[in-house]
T-cell receptor, first 113, second 109 residues
Framework: ETGVTQSPTHLIKTRGQQVTLRCSSQ?????VSWYQQALGQGPQFIFQ???????GRGNFPPRFSGLQFPNYSSELNVNALELDDSALYLC????????????FGPGTRLTVT | GNSVTQMEGPVTLSEEAFLTINCTYT??????LFWYVQYPGEGLQLLLK?????DKGSNKGFEATYRKETTSFHLEKGSVQVSDSAVYFC????????FGTGTSLTVIP
């Protein structure tokens, strides 16, 4: 059984650019949630995908968007990057939207300069 | 609205000391409550959970009791080890997850 993996590990982008982060869910899981964790803060919920459909969204602007693929892997896209987007982005996978069984990946560290 | 408040860190303890990390919450309805732990360079791991009032979650010597009357879910461990050094997050689930800001724990030999 493979765990949740994320790529890339680290990323440096310039303000105004666009970025795509990737997440492979744990085997057998059909739900992926994305979180933003700023330095010294707790994770903030961005959105969740269940069976390729968005299934809930936190307080993030539309320039944060996502996709889930038939194999349940997922992408997080952020357009028009701002300095405040610098953070650790975590994805978590679970089965059938059950949050207490969600497993987190190691995260992608995004730095916007 | 929904939110979680954790005690400020960092916390430094000697090995075998007693640990308490305070967590209080504000929520509509009756959320499930969780403690997650984050070791350096890793993602979050579920430590324990409680889904209704008076439930006690426990794992690896850690315990927390869901107290509806005080809206609290304090984390305790009777004897900490160096390997417990990590950041601990309290969280609630109310249609989405709400995390506290985290409490950094360092245990010294």
């Amino acid at each position: 059984e493979t765990g949740v993996t994320q790529s890339p590990t680290h990323l440096i982008k310039t303000r105004g650019q666009q970025v795509t982060l990737r997440c492979s869910s744990q085997s057998g899981h059909n739900t992926v949630s994305w979180y933003q964790q700023a330095l010294g803060q707790g994770p903030q919920f961005i959105f969740q995908y269940y069976r390729e459909e968005e299934n809930g969204r936190g307080n993030f602007p539309p320039r944060f968007s996502g996709l889930q693929f038939p194999n349940y892997s997922s992408e997080l896209n952020v357009n028009a990057l701002e300095l405040d987007d610098s953070a650790l982005y975590l994805c978590a996978s679970s089965l059938d939207r059950l949050p207490h069984e969600q497993y987190f990946g190691p995260g992608t560290r995004l730095t916007v300069t | 609205g929904n939110s979680v408040t954790q005690m400020e860190g960092p916390v430094t303890l000697s090995e075998e000391a007693f640990l308490t990390i305070n967590c209080t919450y504000t929520a509509t309805g009756y959320p499930s409550l969780f403690w997650y732990v984050q070791y350096p360079g890793e993602g979050l791991q579920l430590l324990l959970k409680a889904t209704k009032a008076d439930d006690k979650g426990s794992n690896k010597g850690f315990e927390a009791t869901y107290r509806k009357e005080t809206t609290s879910f304090h984390l305790e461990k009777g004897s900490v080890q160096v390997s417990d050094s990590a950041v601990y997050f309290c969280a609630l689930d109310r249609n989405q997850f709400y995390f506290g800001t985290g409490t950094s724990l360092t245990v010294i030999p």
